[in-house]
């Protein structure tokens, strides 16, 4: 049983169970799985490279090219390395997106998305406090949401914080859906994703 190692070399032909077994397991074993695992093997066949690859291993040597190992050493453990990072900044970004979910979704405050056309994209569950259920006002403009009389003011923060890229705060009426009016503090900020 492996319980330390930084890679794994393994002969394809060993007591008990072959290479190819081994790094399946090996693949399987959430402790194991980012090892760099390479085969050696005496046999050429390009069969028998497709099925160590096809079992995980990250490289396939012929004993008679041992040449080719402090190579493959290096590149294997330079891809776990990448892999690895690639794996915890996604696993940091889930973790991150959870917890912003979390509290876009448990707060009172109500909180929504607009894209740059002005139409919701994303409301919170606090809309229900205006009486509508979030998928209602998806697709709607978020202008014809605000009392005609408020507009100019809630159009002029919008602007101003795309233009200064600061949060700018204005007090807005907004329709409720039993068609009252109900007066909110707002807050505006814009924000660019990575496609601008």
Known sequence: RVRHAKESLLDIMMPKLDGYEVCRRLRQDE??????????????????????????????????????????????????????????????????????????????DLICILEPGGHLVYVSPSHRNLGYKPDQLIGLKMIDLVHPDDRPAFIEARDEAQATGESRTVEVRLRMKADDWCMFESAATWIADDSG
Request: net charge positive; glycine share 6%.
């Open 31 to 108: 402790q194991f799985r980012s090892l760099p695992v390479i085969l050696l093997s005496a046999k050429g066949r390009p069969i028998d490279r497709e099925a160590g690859l096809g079992a995980g291993a990250d490289d396939y040597i012929l004993k008679a090219s041992l040449k080719r190992l402090p190579t493959s050493i290096a590149n294997a453990l330079r891809r776990k390395a990448i892999e690895n990072a690639k794996h915890h900044a996604e696993v940091a970004l889930r973790h991150s997106e959870e917890q912003y979910r979390l509290i876009a979704n448990h707060t009172q």
